[in-house]
């Protein structure tokens, strides 16, 4: 059963960080380029970062230089660390795949405010 379980978010002030969490199971993880989106209410979802299975990474450039995905195929785990945050960063985070083809797990919120 293909499952995504994204972790790690939380209430955090303006310029402080989060490390997120997306274990996926049901797949062979190492093949997939995987990325992390984020949703706000009345937005559609956009992808922030991706990361290939080579390990080669991409941002948007709303994100750039202050996130930074990566990965661990031994875990099936994909990360997101997230610096600097902004208010504009809150969101419901998810993980899935590139492009994408699992069901959505149920995310992660963040919200950043003071």
């Known amino acids: 059963q293909v499952q995504l379980v994204e972790s790690g978010g939380g209430l955090v002030e303006p310029g402080g960080s989060l490390r997120l969490s997306c274990t996926v199971s049901?797949?062979?993880?190492?093949?997939?380029?995987m990325g992390w989106y984020r949703q706000t209410p009345g937005k559609q979802r956009e992808l922030v970062a991706e990361?290939?299975?080579?390990?080669?990474?991409n941002y948007a450039d709303s994100v750039k230089g202050r996130f930074t995905i990566s990965r661990d195929n031994a875990q099936n785990t994909v990360y997101l660390q997230m610096n600097s945050l902004k208010p504009e960063d809150t969101a419901v985070y998810y993980c899935?795949?590139?492009?994408?083809?699992?069901?959505w797990g149920q995310g992660t919120q963040v919200t950043v405010s003071s």
């Open positions: 990361i290939t299975r080579g390990g080669g990474t």
């Open positions: 899935n795949t590139i492009p994408v083809l699992l069901s």
């Open positions: 049901g797949i062979i993880f190492s093949i997939y380029n």
